[in-house]
């Protein structure tokens, strides 16, 4: 871990940057406000659930867009009329208010791009949208890399000059605030839907903001398809991925509602030093389920295309680093299945979702779990997504990106258009089925020679050796040993011969396995194609009949301590 002493001058530094792009913590309702007061405004008067606003993307068709309210009049007839424009055609519809004070409608599907304005009748009152477009609805969920906004990244002012290139990009953010109890509207929303502009990406007012990984994501998507896109940002730093999952995806993991994290040292030293309103944005909560309960179950209801995800820094250490394996892929599971039946069957059941690998964090290689264990966790222990276990999810690898003299402290990587342009390649191939290499050189397996440890990568790839280093192999007794490349092909990598001790076989093998293990853009293995580098991995020897070890990469395998 960072001395003290360092991370308080990260943390003020992060602190002040973050001042650019949260209400202040005068304007937040207390922690026993936000409940109350929501089910009370649902309650006294007939709305749209907050997010229903000017300028938003409704999802496009084969889908069917929800939109939905609250009325206290129980029974009262709803009409909803909506006009394309230009003003060629008018759709009508009719329901009630139901038992629970809930109002809904199911579009018909329309087509990307078209354009409504919408507007509901109910006991004499009315409200109206208007610039509403038809497109793909992506959530961008996380914590602090998630969080962090345009302003803050490496070329954040091309960016922020750019944006005015897409208003069919459109975007919100959610308000922090956390839950006891589920939520049927959300609190408060930070940012409206916005067409995209250097003021809705980059102003340095404090209520206009905008996720940097989520905005160079769904520009690269637009880019790629010329389809409308809406993104909501929904993220809140410091937290944990217990505090986004529901009550039974966490008891599928066997973590009970009762239990709260202990805070790590070292986030408990810098904290102390901060004021109550940068601390609220640093440290989230980490209590079980209450993001899940105010910054996901409102929008549930809400037809999407898919989500996508960076978080795990703060499950990199004890339990819930042991359980990420479970708690990640469950997580995902349970949201599609919620989001599902929330939007009446039309939001996937097995929507597309994306995730970034955990990028370095100290400036030297570090601890060889933690942040290692995650990234593998990451993958349902596989190395590489799509996989069995975690179908239609796709990933950036994020573990060449170290920027240890970041503004934001080490644990905030600037170099957010690299991971934007990964993740936007490996959702576009598994989100929208576009050809060609989305992800890094994995191996297929391996066999001993004289010449060494030869790993195999297969024929998908076009491998670019960077450097020598990065390899490491296991020999006898648990002992761990850097095991450097001494030859390799456009398909193999042969790693030096006689590691081990004499009599020791080799009986692991892993890549890239430290908290920061590469320079920038620097690790060992890359493909051609789009210079992407080869994932982590961590694989144990089988033996054949004459002893020698091979390793395979096509199963979960999981950590041994």
Known sequence: MLRVKFLLVQCFSLASALNLHHMSADNQPTKF????????????????????????????APQRANIYGFSPTIGQKVTLQMMTVPATKTYSYETTVHQDGTWNFVLDPFTAGVTVNIRVDSGGVSHSISDVIFGDVWICSGQSNMQMTVLQIDGAAEEIADAHNYPNVRLMTVSMNDSSTPLRNLIQIDEPWSKANNNSIGSHTPWTYFSAVCWLFGKKIYKARRTPIGLVATDWGGTVIKAWSSPEALAHCGVHTHETDDQQEFHKDLLKEVSDRDRYRLQGPKNNSVLWNSMIHPLLGMTIYGAIWYQGESDSGGAARNIYNCTFPTMIKDWRSNWNRASNGQTSVTFPFGFVQLAPYHPSPGSTSGFSDIRWHQTADRGYAPNPDMPNVFMAVAVDLPDFNSTYGSIHPRYKRDVGTRLALSGLAVAYHHSGIFQGPLPTGSHSSVSGLIVDYGNTWKLSVVIHDGFEVQCAHLRWVADPIVAHTNTTVTLKPNICHTGEKITGLRYAWSESPCALHRCAIYETSHNLPGPPFISYADFDPKGEPYFTFDQQTHIRN
């Open 33 to 60: 406000e936000r409940q109350d007061k929501t089910d009370k405004l649902d309650a006294d008067s007939f709305v749209f659930a907050r997010h229903f606003q000017n300028h938003m993307v409704l999802q496009r």
